[in-house]
């Protein structure tokens, strides 16, 4: 069986250590949180960076510096980046792209969030998308909605994206797609359908769906995101005191069916990454 994927996101635009003193903020803190996820066995980081206050921040020299520390401390660990629209504002979403990660998550189209709309313009998409292309960088395409698997599609045939695309299932966001077996089946069909029957396709559970996602990943032969950025606990009760404890998770659910989980030499082999610097 294909082995899985691992990918914590390890903080987020939101969860703050009032929610969870675990969640890292600071650049020495979010390395050695992914350090400990990597060792748990997670291959690839969704990385976000924040101001020393905790907000959001797009700064591209954070970037840097939390994409060198994670390949300092993390041989072979894919590095992804966030240009979510939480952490700035038109072209500042992707400033940190000359950096070259191997991958940077990609927004195709707009939807509800709980409090606002998150916007993706098809302007924004277009140059976020002919970056990523310019340096080398395969994108995670974030399907908030099934209409963003079709553009993601759209955009493959027409040259604005390079090889099979990456989709992840996000699902469980307030006023976006709730967490629908039905629907979660469709979208592997859709993604096999449009993209080939070997496309290779993750997920993501939003709060207490987290662990339901992971499961079904991880059964129907996806690839599995984990992390604080999407939940900070373990159950209603219990925090998770890292994010190591969630990938950890993730892992025992592999064993439990029968699931390898991928080496970061597999997933790069899987997703047609370059090599590790």
Not at 12 to 38: C, M, R, W, Y
Not at 79 to 99: D, E, F, N, Y
Not at 225 to 232: F, S, Y
Request: glycine content about 8%; proline content about 7%; aromatic content about 6%.
């Amino acid at each position: 069986m294909t082995p899985c994927i691992i990918c914590v996101a390890i903080t987020g635009s939101l969860p703050q250590k009032s929610d969870n003193p675990a969640v890292p903020i600071s650049i020495s803190e979010q390395v050695e949180s992914t350090h400990e996820a990597f060792e748990a066995g997670a291959s690839i980081v969704h990385a976000h960076v924040r101001n020393d206050d905790g907000s959001p921040s797009s700064d591209p020299e954070k970037f840097a510096r939390l994409k060198e520390g994670v390949e300092a401390h993390c041989p072979g660990m894919i590095v992804q980046l966030s240009t979510g629209g939480r952490s700035g504002a038109g072209k500042t979403r992707g400033g940190m792209l000359p950096l070259r990660p191997d991958m940077a998550s990609l927004s195709v189209g707009s939807n509800n969030f709980p409090t606002r709309v998150y916007e993706n313009p098809p302007d924004l998409v277009d140059w976020l998308a002919a970056e990523m292309l310019a340096h080398d960088i395969k994108p995670e395409i974030e399907a908030f909605d099934l209409s963003h698997i079709f553009q993601a599609a759209k955009m493959q045939a027409d040259g604005r994206l390079a090889g099979t695309p990456y989709v992840q299932f996000v699902m469980g966001v307030r006023n976006a797609m709730p967490v629908d077996r039905e629907v979660f089946d469709f979208y592997i069909a859709t993604v096999k359908r449009l993209f080939g029957a070997n496309a290779p396709w993750c997920a993501a559970g939003i709060g207490a769906h987290q662990l339901t996602l992971n499961e079904w990943a991880v059964t129907s032969g996806g690839h599995a995101r984990t992390g604080m950025e999407d939940n900070v606990r373990l159950d209603r009760t219990t925090l998770a005191p890292s994010n190591a404890a969630l990938v950890r998770r993730v892992v025992d659910l592999c064993a439990r069916h029968d699931r390898p989980v991928a080496t970061p030499a597999q997933a790069r082999r899987l997703l047609g990454l370059r090599a590790a610097p």
